[in-house]
């Protein structure tokens, strides 16, 4: 009953335009069949389905065909979103290779791309984007494309803080010339349901334009005590002044309540491949059974324990609000000279605050960048593209997660097992922000005398840093066949980090740095003949860690940790570009190394090599459209070491039911660094295949799917747990009442498959927690244009 209201108002919106179209109907009987046919052909030609035609602006120049970038590129229109019912970043991998994921607490911020972490840009510029992926879910009710891009941003982005790859929103636009709006209602498997309505038309025409799009998200899960309600604002301004020039501007406001989703803890092999969950609360040396690091666990059985039964609590509290403003100004100075400037400002506030200790508090944070690009076009085979790009970003922010405790709670027994109340000796190693909830300070603190800090450290920070940038990339074509693309830029950093509540009496610790980082890369591409096209890429990318917000933190002697500037990251690739122009297909393949550092929750770096091939196909022509992809990844730690929140999660039991678990008795969590190898990177399967495909029956119904495979991969650094071979299928079928209005109906998961997938990036939880995908769920949709 409670969308009574909402159903109403846009059956309002829905009936009006059809009122209109009745009466223009009555008018065009004759023709009709014909007309139907006709559109039905052009509507699946129009879907922007296919990567053929695609064209990409920002990272490498303007209005460039797939053809002329030598990266392998994943191009997803609005519609292809939409066909393969795209709603989280972690969903790419549907059609773009080498993007699986882990679940990011249930709410992915970031990409993951090759293996590692990527970045999220809009318009081409980076967004806060949470630590590590923990952070904020993403909206695409401002997105009208997104760009998959493979390996380190290029140096026209500049320097950042993760180098798997990006993923760059293109914001919607507003119209100057049509009017045209969108109503969508839909409604899910328990309980979730989302209301969107879109429209833009000209003020002025054929000058200036404006649009809104809204949208409200109210859904429980499948999940115990998980729910996500949200609203975004999106609205937009495009002003063409005259034939030179054009200025968008947008702005987003976002707001969100969601949960923390940890999956299930306990991932033995038993309950990865059975379901089956041992028993028993973790007791703590002193006897007391609330969670907290070295307890240990005497099972008390074995049950199976229904994928629905998460790591969450009712009393958890967990939201944020965030709003965004972009421009982009282009203007052509001469036939020679282009200029282009892009403006960003970003403003966030969190707040999450868990039964189990950990607090996220993020106060302000606040991101400002401009850039300006100006190219020249010396000749008809020779430009250079110049750029200028001052970024600044303020975060204080509030953490606390050094005494969370996982491994020893049941989740089959009452919610108290899963609540940590800190004790007098846990509140004395941090600092109150306000009655019942303390955190960490963001400084490490001697009271004693003793000669060792008396205070457990997180990511608490006041901080500020400016990234001031200057960028040349010479695109040289030197014959028909050759095409060269080299490009420099450095960034130079100003950073300052305090304690924001340095504990009393004590002179709050802060610490500055400065910095130049560098970044460069070439590619060259050859035109075999005029279907094929090959290129080779190489770069070199010093990149930042990252901390909550984007900001920085100060280490246990209270400075900024110089490795914070010593990411090194570097790619090779080559590949093939297949785009006949007279035939429905696109194809491509690649072949990559990547190395790339991984900031550590200690603060270290591990180094992580990758190396692998991927392919994606695509076949678009009435009344059919097809798409593949295939992976395949070598991900390895490059001699360098890592860290677990355990080693293993037998050390969470002892060994008293040997027929249930062999338990060592360490404990858990208890934190394990392992030592230099070359072992291989938990958590990423080494190949995935994507298979998707869309029928026209008639003009009117058409019918399609999505599947995905992923090949079995080690949970666990040490292997001891591994997920399986999996697959999961997804199949639609969407039916045009009229030629404006249309319904969709989604069943996901049909097969009602039990995956699993990591609940983290980076592998640090993979021995404590794994995340149970979705089982059979389906959507509705209705959408009307007017």
Same mark, same amino acid.
């Given at each position: 009953?409670?969308?009574?209201?909402?159903?109403?108002?846009?059956?309002?919106?829905?009936?009006?335009?059809?009122?209109?179209?009745?009466?223009?109907?009555?008018?065009?009987?004759?023709?009709?069949?014909?007309?139907?046919?006709?559109?039905?052909?052009?509507?699946?030609?129009?879907?922007?389905?296919?990567? @053929?035609?695609?064209?990409?602006?920002?990272?490498?120049?303007?209005?460039?065909?797939?053809?002329?970038?030598?990266?392998?590129?994943?191009?997803?229109?609005?519609?292809?979103?939409?066909? &393969?019912?795209?709603?989280? &970043?972690?969903?790419?991998?549907?059609?773009?290779?080498?993007?699986?994921?882990?679940?990011?607490?249930?709410?992915?911020?970031? +990409?993951?791309?090759?293996?590692?972490?990527?970045?999220?840009?809009?318009?081409?510029?980076?967004?806060?984007?949470?630590?590590?992926?923990? %952070?904020?879910?993403?909206?695409?009710?401002?997105?009208?494309? &997104?760009?998959?891009? @493979?390996?380190?941003?290029?140096?026209?982005?500049?320097?950042?803080?993760?180098?798997?790859?990006?993923?760059?929103?293109?914001?919607?636009?507003?119209?100057?010339?049509?009017?045209?709006?969108?109503?969508?209602?839909?409604?899910?498997?328990?309980?979730?349901?989302?209301?969107?309505?879109?429209?833009?038309? +000209?003020?002025?025409?054929?000058?200036?334009?404006?649009?809104?799009?809204? #949208?409200?998200? $109210?859904?429980?899960?499948?999940?115990?005590?998980?729910?996500?309600?949200?609203?975004?604002?999106?609205?937009?301004?495009?002003?063409?002044?005259?034939?030179?020039?054009?200025?968008?501007?947008?702005?987003?406001?976002?707001?969100?309540? /969601?949960?923390?989703?940890?999956?299930?803890?306990?991932?033995?092999?038993?309950?990865?491949?059975?379901?089956?969950?041992?028993?028993?609360?973790?007791?703590?040396?002193?006897?007391?059974?609330?969670?907290?690091?070295?307890?240990?666990?005497?099972?008390?059985?074995?049950?199976?324990?229904?994928?629905?039964?998460?790591?969450?609590? +009712?009393?958890?509290?967990?939201?944020?609000?965030?709003?965004?403003?972009?421009?982009?100004? @282009?203007?052509?100075?001469?036939?020679?000279?282009?200029?282009?400037?892009?403006?960003? *400002?970003?403003?966030?506030?969190?707040?999450?605050?868990?039964?189990?200790?950990?607090?996220?508090?993020?106060?302000?944070?606040?991101?400002?960048?401009?850039?300006? #690009?100006?190219?020249?076009?010396?000749?008809?085979?020779?430009?250079?593209?110049? !750029?200028?790009?001052?970024?600044?970003?303020?975060?204080?922010?509030?953490?606390?997660?050094?005494?969370?405790?996982?491994?020893?709670?049941?989740?089959?027994?009452?919610?108290?097992?899963?609540?940590?109340?800190?004790?007098?000796?846990?509140?004395?190693?941090?600092?109150?922000?306000?009655?019942?909830? /303390?955190?960490?300070?963001?400084?490490?603190?001697?009271?004693?005398?003793?000669?060792?800090?008396? /205070?457990?450290?997180? $990511?608490?920070?006041?901080?500020?840093?400016?990234?001031?940038?200057?960028?040349?990339?010479?695109?040289?074509?030197?014959?028909?066949?050759?095409?060269?693309?080299?490009?420099?830029?450095?960034?130079?950093?100003?950073?300052?980090?305090?304690?924001?509540?340095?504990?009393?009496?004590?002179?709050?610790?802060?610490?500055?740095?400065?910095? !130049?980082?560098?970044?460069?890369?070439?590619?060259?591409?050859?035109?075999?003949?005029?279907?094929?096209?090959?290129?080779?890429?190489?770069?070199?990318?010093? =990149?930042?860690?990252?901390?909550?917000?984007? %900001?920085?933190?100060?280490? %246990? $002697?209270?400075?900024?940790?110089?490795?914070?500037?010593?990411?090194?990251?570097?790619?090779? #690739?080559?590949?093939? @570009?297949?785009?006949?122009?007279?035939?429905?297909?696109?194809?491509?393949?690649?072949?990559?190394?990547?190395?790339?550092?991984?900031?550590?929750?200690?603060?270290?770096?591990?180094?992580?090599?990758?190396?692998?091939?991927?392919?994606?196909?695509?076949?678009?022509?009435?009344?059919?459209?097809?798409? !593949?992809?295939?992976?395949?990844?070598?991900?390895?730690?490059?001699?360098?070491?890592?860290?677990?929140?355990?080693?293993?999660? =037998?050390?969470?039991?002892?060994?008293?039911?040997?027929?249930?678990?062999?338990?060592?008795?360490?404990?858990? +969590?208890?934190?394990?660094?392992? =030592?230099?190898?070359?072992?291989?990177?938990?958590?990423?399967? #080494?190949?995935?295949?994507?298979?998707?495909?869309?029928?026209?029956?008639?003009?009117?119904?058409?019918?399609? *799917?999505?599947?995905?495979?992923?090949?079995?991969?080690?949970?666990?650094?040490?292997?001891?747990?591994?997920?399986?071979?999996?697959?999961?299928?997804?199949?639609?079928?969407?039916?045009?009442?009229?030629?404006?209005?249309?319904?969709?109906?989604?069943?996901?998961?049909?097969?009602?498959?039990?995956?699993?997938?990591?609940?983290?990036?980076?592998?640090?939880?993979?021995?404590?927690?794994? /995340?149970?995908?979705?089982?059979?769920?389906?959507?509705?949709?209705?959408?009307?244009?007017?």
């Amino acid at each position: 009953m409670k969308y009574q209201y909402l159903a109403l108002s846009l059956a309002s919106i829905l009936n009006a335009p059809l009122l209109v179209q009745a009466a223009q109907s009555a008018t065009e009987t004759n023709n009709e069949h014909i007309e139907r046919i006709e559109v039905a052909g052009q509507v699946i030609k129009s879907q922007r389905l296919s990567l @053929k035609d695609a064209t990409i602006d920002g990272p490498f120049g303007d209005n460039l065909a797939l053809q002329d970038i030598a990266r392998s590129v994943t191009p997803i229109s609005s519609e292809l979103l939409a066909q &393969l019912n795209i709603t989280t &970043l972690q969903d790419i991998l549907a059609v773009s290779p080498n993007t699986y994921s882990a679940s990011g607490f249930g709410a992915p911020s970031l +990409p993951t791309i090759r293996g590692q972490l990527g970045e999220l840009f809009q318009d081409g510029t980076r967004r806060q984007a949470g630590n590590n992926g923990f %952070g904020v879910p993403l909206s695409f009710n401002a997105v009208e494309q &997104l760009d998959v891009v @493979k390996g380190a941003p290029p140096v026209l982005f500049g320097s950042s803080q993760r180098n798997g790859g990006f993923v760059n929103l293109h914001s919607k636009q507003a119209s100057t010339s049509q009017s045209k709006g969108k109503a969508r209602l839909s409604a899910g498997s328990w309980d979730q349901y989302t209301a969107q309505i879109d429209y833009t038309a +000209p003020i002025i025409n054929d000058e200036l334009g404006f649009r809104i799009s809204y #949208e409200h998200v $109210d859904s429980n899960s499948y999940y115990d005590y998980t729910s996500t309600k949200s609203d975004s604002l999106f609205a937009a301004l495009q002003l063409v002044p005259d034939d030179k020039s054009s200025w968008n501007i947008n702005f987003e406001l976002f707001d969100i309540t /969601f949960t923390d989703n940890a999956g299930i803890n306990r991932p033995t092999q038993a309950l990865i491949d059975s379901g089956l969950y041992i028993t028993g609360q973790g007791v703590q040396a002193n006897g007391s059974t609330v969670p907290a690091a070295g307890a240990i666990i005497s099972p008390t059985g074995q049950v199976k324990i229904d994928h629905s039964s998460v790591l969450t609590d +009712p009393n958890n509290e967990n939201s944020a609000t965030t709003y965004l403003l972009h421009s982009i100004y @282009k203007r052509q100075l001469s036939e020679q000279a282009a200029l282009k400037n892009i403006s960003y *400002f970003q403003h966030l506030q969190r707040e999450e605050i868990a039964q189990n200790s950990f607090v996220e508090i993020i106060d302000g944070a606040d991101t400002a960048q401009n850039r300006t #690009e100006l190219s020249y076009q010396w000749t008809d085979s020779q430009q250079t593209l110049f !750029a200028f790009d001052i970024r600044y970003n303020s975060v204080l922010g509030y953490s606390q997660f050094t005494t969370e405790a996982d491994s020893p709670i049941d989740l089959t027994g009452p919610l108290e097992n899963r609540r940590i109340a800190l004790t007098d000796a846990q509140k004395q190693r941090l600092v109150a922000l306000r009655p019942g909830v /303390f955190v960490s300070p963001g400084g490490q603190y001697d009271l004693n005398n003793d000669g060792s800090g008396d /205070f457990n450290l997180s $990511d608490t920070t006041d901080s500020r840093s400016w990234q001031t940038g200057v960028a040349m990339q010479q695109d040289s074509q030197w014959s028909n066949e050759l095409r060269t693309s080299i490009g420099y830029r450095i960034d130079y950093y100003d950073v300052t980090a305090r304690d924001p509540i340095a504990p009393s009496g004590q002179v709050a610790a802060h610490d500055s740095i400065n910095d !130049a980082l560098q970044s460069a890369q070439v590619s060259v591409n050859y035109t075999l003949n005029n279907d094929l096209t090959a290129y080779g890429a190489a770069s070199y990318n010093e =990149a930042t860690a990252n901390s909550m917000a984007g %900001g920085t933190t100060l280490g %246990g $002697d209270n400075r900024i940790n110089a490795q914070n500037f010593a990411t090194e990251n570097t790619l090779v #690739e080559f590949g093939l @570009k297949y785009t006949p122009s007279d035939s429905p297909w696109y194809a491509d393949g690649a072949v990559f190394s990547q190395r790339r550092s991984l900031r550590n929750r200690d603060g270290s770096n591990s180094g992580i090599r990758t190396s692998g091939f991927e392919s994606q196909l695509f076949y678009q022509a009435y009344p059919y459209w097809l798409s !593949a992809g295939y992976s395949y990844i070598d991900a390895r730690y490059d001699n360098s070491a890592t860290g677990q929140d355990s080693a293993k999660i =037998a050390d969470a039991f002892d060994n008293s039911r040997p027929d249930i678990i062999a338990g060592t008795g360490v404990g858990a +969590p208890s934190y394990t660094a392992f =030592a230099p190898s070359r072992r291989q990177v938990q958590g990423i399967p #080494e190949q995935t295949l994507s298979v998707n495909g869309n029928y026209a029956i008639n003009s009117q119904w058409q019918a399609g *799917f999505s599947s995905v495979y992923t090949k079995s991969y080690p949970l666990d650094f040490l292997a001891t747990v591994y997920i399986r071979d999996q697959y999961t299928l997804n199949v639609n079928t969407r039916y045009a009442f009229t030629p404006t209005t249309t319904l969709r109906l989604d069943i996901n998961n049909v097969t009602n498959q039990k995956n699993w997938r990591p609940v983290f990036e980076g592998g640090y939880f993979n021995a404590t927690l794994a /995340f149970p995908e979705l089982p059979i769920n389906a959507k509705l949709t209705l959408t009307h244009n007017f």
